[in-house]
T-cell receptor, first 117, second 116 residues
Framework: AQSVAQPEDQVNVAEGNPLTVKCTYSVSGNPYLFWYVQYPNRGLQFLLKYITGDNLVKGSYGFEAEFNKSQTSFHLKKPSALVSDSALYFCAVREEGGYSSASKIIFGSGTRLSIRP | DGGITQSPKYLFRKEGQNVTLSCEQNLNHDAMYWYRQDPGQGLRLIYYSQIVNDFQKGDIAEGYSVSREKKESFPLTVTSAQKNPTAFYLC???????????????FGSGTRLTVV
């Protein structure tokens, strides 16, 4: 069965410092990995995804994520945090495969990112 | 513009009432999903539908019902059997064809339901 874990409920970073939000996953086949961001009282917005190819994926708002197959991780990173990056971040995984109920995306529990001025 | 629309944005329900949350998409997506989110919490899947006139229970389906009479629409009814319905409800849709599963979900902006 697919699963995804975000080990930190909250990450606190000073503005201008680099940030990392951690995510590990478990699938039996090849994974499709996603990061979403949620601002208060809003739906989830797509940030970036890994399908295949280069392990470093670049996305919206200066975020990037590194796929590490051996560690089954897909950590979200940004070189210099902004106060406006403060939000709830979700990692998600979908298993490559055919049309089936297993093609649902599984979401992590979310990590609240707080950037202090 | 293509997108997914949830309405209303805020909804108040009296004890014992059924209420229906609307979700409409014009993305020609095959699958649609309903999630519940409690304060500071992650997403819990209520129901999903991969094709018209068919749907499956998610992890917390008790007290909820859905229909999928049209590809574009997937309304969620919160029934009086749902004992703690106050939450933020999110609808999502996705392409669901072999070879295109690398597409993620598109989310609506959510409906906040409060029991008064």
């Amino acid at each position: 069965a697919q699963s995804v874990a975000q080990p930190e409920d909250q990450v606190n970073v000073a503005e201008g410092n680099p940030l990392t939000v951690k995510c590990t996953y478990s699938v039996s086949g090849n994974p499709y990995l996603f990061w979403y961001v949620q601002y208060p009282n809003r739906g989830l917005q797509f940030l970036l995804k890994y399908i295949t190819g280069d392990n470093l994926v670049k996305g919206s708002y200066g975020f990037e994520a590194e796929f590490n197959k051996s560690q089954t991780s897909f950590h979200l990173k940004k070189p210099s945090a902004l106060v406006s990056d403060s939000a709830l971040y979700f990692c998600a995984v979908r298993e490559e495969g055919g049309y089936s109920s297993a093609s649902k995306i599984i979401f992590g529990s979310g990590t609240r990112l707080s950037i202090r001025p | 513009d293509g997108g997914i629309t949830q309405s209303p944005k805020y909804l108040f329900r009296k004890e014992g009432q059924n209420v229906t949350l609307s979700c409409e998409q014009n993305l020609n997506h095959d699958a649609m999903y309903w999630y519940r989110q409690d304060p500071g919490q992650g997403l819990r899947l209520i129901y999903y539908s991969q094709i018209v006139n068919d749907f499956q229970k998610g992890d917390i389906a008790e007290g909820y019902s859905v229909s999928r009479e049209k590809k574009e629409s997937f309304p969620l009814t919160v029934t009086s059997a749902q004992k703690n319905p106050t939450a933020f409800y999110l609808c999502a849709s996705s392409i669901l064809r072999t070879g295109l599963l690398s597409y993620g979900y598109t989310f609506g902006s959510g409906t906040r339901l409060t029991v008064v």
